[in-house]
C-alpha cells in the first residue's frame, strides 16, 4: 500500500501568493483530514472529510483558507493569500469509518514557509 | 479541561530503563485509543492501537481503563531509537473524530 501521499514535500512562497497543498488518501478509506502543527500550537485539526463531504471545518482559521475533496482519492487545500503566520507543517491523513479501531495513517507532510 | 491530556514531560531516561507514560481523556463515549509516536519534522506514526484487555507489542505495553477514563504506554528496556515524542489519541466517532493529546517528549540518554 503506498500510505497517503502528499505534494509537494517543501513549499516556499512569498506573502500574498495563492498555496495549494495536495492529498491522496489510502485507497478504500473514506475519511480524509488536515492538520497543522507548529511548534506554538502544536498539531491542530484544520478540516476533516467524510466520503467526500466535509464533516468539521470548525478548525479552518479564516476565509483565507479553503479545502476540497472531489473525489475519493483527491483532496486539496489552499491558502489564498497567503500569509507568513501561515508557515507551519501541514499533515493530510485518513482513515476508515468502516472499522472499529480503525487508526488514523499520516502522509509526510507539507513544510510551507511563506516570506 | 482539555479533552485528552498528557504528563507534561520531558521525560529523559538511560538506555534500558523503563517509563510509563499516562493519558487521561473526558469523553466517556470514546470508542478507540491509540498511541502514536512522533520523530522531529516528521509525521505521527501509529505506534499501536490500545485494547480494552490491554495489549503488548514486543517491549511496548498499553493498558486501558474506560472506568477511570486513563490510557498508559509502559516502554521496557528503553533504547536510543525510542526518542521521539507520544501521542496519546482518543477517537470519538469510529474513523472520524480523533483527539489528539499534546504529546509526551521522550529523550532516551546513552
Known amino acids: 500500500d503506498a500510505g497517503v501521499i502528499q505534494s509537494p514535500r517543501h513549499e516556499v512562497t512569498e506573502m500574498g501568493q495563492e498555496v495549494t497543498l495536495r492529498c491522496k488518501p489510502i485507497?478504500?478509506?473514506?475519511?480524509l483530514f488536515w492538520y497543522r502543527q507548529t511548534m506554538m500550537r502544536g498539531l491542530e485539526l484544520l478540516i476533516y472529510?467524510?466520503?467526500?463531504?466535509?464533516?468539521?471545518d470548525s478548525g479552518m482559521p479564516e476565509d483565507r483558507f479553503s479545502a476540497k475533496m472531489p473525489n475519493a482519492s483527491f483532496s486539496t487545500l489552499k491558502i489564498q493569500p497567503s500569509e507568513p503566520r501561515d508557515s507551519a507543517v501541514y499533515f493530510c491523513?485518513?482513515?476508515?469509518?468502516?472499522?472499529?479501531?480503525?487508526?488514523?495513517?499520516f502522509g509526510n507532510g507539507t513544510r510551507l514557509t511563506v516570506t | 479541561r482539555k479533552e485528552v491530556e498528557q504528563d507534561p514531560g520531558p521525560f529523559n531516561v538511560p538506555e534500558g530503563a523503563t517509563v510509563a507514560f499516562n493519558c487521561t481523556y473526558s469523553?466517556?463515549?470514546?470508542?478507540?485509543f491509540f498511541w502514536y509516536r512522533q520523530d522531529c519534522r516528521k509525521e505521527p506514526k501509529l505506534l499501536m492501537s490500545v485494547y480494552s484487555s490491554g495489549n503488548e507489542d514486543g517491549r511496548f505495553t498499553a493498558q486501558l481503563n474506560r472506568a477511570s477514563q486513563y490510557i498508559s504506554l509502559l516502554i521496557r528496556d528503553s533504547k536510543l531509537s525510542d526518542s521521539a515524542t507520544y501521542l496519546c489519541?482518543?477517537?470519538?466517532?469510529?474513523?472520524?473524530?480523533?483527539?489528539f493529546g499534546p504529546g509526551t517528549r521522550l529523550s532516551v540518554l546513552p
Open positions: 469523553n466517556s463515549a470514546s470508542q478507540s
Open positions: 489519541v482518543v477517537n470519538v466517532n469510529y474513523g472520524q473524530n480523533f483527539v
Open positions: 491523513a485518513s482513515s476508515s469509518s468502516q472499522w472499529h479501531n480503525s487508526p488514523l495513517h
Open positions: 485507497s478504500g478509506h473514506n475519511s
Open positions: 472529510f467524510n466520503n467526500n463531504v466535509p464533516i468539521d
